[in-house]
């Protein structure tokens, strides 16, 4: 059978994710910079490389590729793990 | 060594193979596909095959370890086998050669307290069975699909397959085993997933 599925062909951005990630938190996250808990780099939640082809939703550090995210929607539920990720960063409004 | 293993028997339920034996062959919830589509949890791993080992370790007298050379000496067959995934799509006769986990255990001496399998992959993903699910000819390492080496995308060089359990037991890019006696839930399954993943009793969550 003739494949030609690339890394890149599966792999998508944060925002593939956003809309989930509205519902879930109640607003954009998009822009909300993220800390990596594994490398440390800072990138925002729309920059994290997603991969939604999968039985869940894997979001992955864009410099060293590890697991920030994991969402998984099983039929009464969802799940978020945020093993991956040391914090978030929401400024402050007038701050 | 080639020995002709047709195995959909692990599924039961079907004779002949005439059209009218298709449904009984599709798991409830499922619908067929002819294609083989590509779900991945991250980046596709290129292991060069001069690195690539396969190790069986944990609660065996000594830990053993196969490089690729290795690995293709091994006694393989092919098999014939009926795969679902919880994607919901059941695409049938897959054909692949590789080694069934009888054979590869052979070379160990097993703990008797060892009862789990824990499979894991280059890129980090790892899966769980109990290893009597994975005995007796229900599970093996395939590096061949269609008469050609597994493609990267599918999980080669080489990957296990577990018939009998929803696709994402069958671990891509698998470059050992280790046997233990606890439990340990993989990826999926330490995140909302099946723990056995048994697609004829359609377990695709675990309870809650």
Same mark, same amino acid.
């Given at each position: 059978?003739?494949?030609?599925?690339?890394?890149?062909?599966?792999?998508?951005?944060?925002?593939?994710?956003?809309?989930?990630?509205?519902?879930?938190?109640?607003?954009?996250?998009? $822009?909300?910079?993220?800390?990596?808990? *594994?490398?440390?780099?800072?990138?925002?939640?729309?920059?994290?490389? &997603? +991969?939604? =082809?999968?039985?869940?939703?894997?979001?992955?550090?864009?410099?060293?590729?590890? $697991?920030?995210?994991?969402?998984?929607? *099983?039929?009464?539920?969802?799940?978020?793990?945020?093993?991956?990720? &040391? +914090?978030? =960063?929401?400024?402050?409004?007038?701050? | 060594?080639?020995?002709?293993?047709?195995t959909r028997?692990?599924?039961?339920?079907?004779?002949?193979?005439?059209?009218?034996?298709?449904?009984?062959?599709?798991?409830?919830?499922?619908?067929?596909?002819?294609?083989?589509?590509?779900?991945?949890?991250?980046?596709?791993?290129?292991?060069?095959?001069?690195?690539?080992?396969?190790?069986?370790?944990?609660?065996?007298?000594?830990?053993?370890?196969?490089?690729?050379?290795e690995f293709?000496?091994?006694?393989?067959?092919?098999?014939?086998?009926?795969?679902?995934?919880v994607t919901?799509?059941?695409?049938?006769?897959?054909?692949?050669?590789?080694?069934?986990?009888?054979?590869?255990?052979?070379?160990?001496?097993?703990?008797?307290?060892?009862?789990?399998?824990?499979?894991?992959?280059?890129?980090?993903?790892?899966?769980?069975?109990?290893?009597?699910?994975?005995?007796?000819?229900?599970?093996?390492?395939?590096?061949?699909?269609?008469?050609?080496?597994?493609?990267?995308?599918?999980?080669?060089?080489?990957?296990?397959?577990?018939?009998?359990?929803?696709?994402?037991?069958?671990?891509?890019?698998?470059?050992?085993?280790?046997?233990?006696?606890?439990?340990?839930?993989?990826?999926?399954?330490?995140?909302?997933?099946?723990?056995?993943?048994?697609?004829?009793?359609?377990?695709?969550?675990?309870?809650?």
């Amino acid at each position: 059978m003739a494949t030609d599925v690339t890394t890149h062909d599966l792999m998508l951005d944060g925002n593939a994710v956003a809309g989930l990630l509205a519902d879930l938190f109640g607003a954009d996250v998009t $822009v909300v910079p993220a800390k990596c808990a *594994t490398c440390g780099e800072v990138n925002a939640m729309g920059a994290l490389h &997603a +991969y939604v =082809r999968a039985p869940g939703s894997v979001l992955r550090c864009p410099i060293c590729g590890a $697991v920030m995210m994991r969402i998984v929607q *099983t039929d009464r539920a969802t799940r978020i793990e945020m093993r991956g990720i &040391a +914090y978030f =960063r929401f400024e402050r409004s007038g701050g | 060594m080639t020995e002709r293993f047709v195995t959909r028997g692990f599924v039961g339920r079907r004779s002949s193979g005439g059209p009218e034996d298709v449904a009984s062959r599709i798991p409830p919830g499922q619908y067929i596909t002819r294609d083989f589509p590509v779900l991945s949890a991250g980046p596709t791993p290129r292991t060069p095959l001069e690195q690539w080992t396969f190790t069986i370790q944990g609660l065996v007298k000594q830990p053993l370890s196969w490089s690729w050379q290795e690995f293709q000496a091994l006694p393989a067959r092919e098999w014939t086998v009926d795969i679902s995934c919880v994607t919901k799509w059941t695409k049938l006769d897959m054909h692949w050669r590789g080694v069934s986990v009888d054979t590869l255990l052979e070379g160990v001496e097993i703990d008797d307290r060892a009862a789990f399998m824990i499979a894991w992959s280059d890129g980090g993903y790892t899966t769980n069975l109990p290893l009597p699910d994975v005995l007796n000819g229900q599970a093996f390492v395939a590096y061949e699909y269609d008469g050609a080496p597994l493609a990267p995308e599918h999980g080669g060089p080489a990957r296990l397959v577990v018939p009998a359990r929803y696709f994402w037991k069958s671990a891509k890019w698998i470059r050992g085993i280790r046997l233990q006696a606890e439990d340990e839930p993989g990826f999926w399954e330490s995140l909302g997933y099946h723990n056995r993943g048994d697609q004829w009793r359609e377990e695709r969550y675990s309870g809650d």
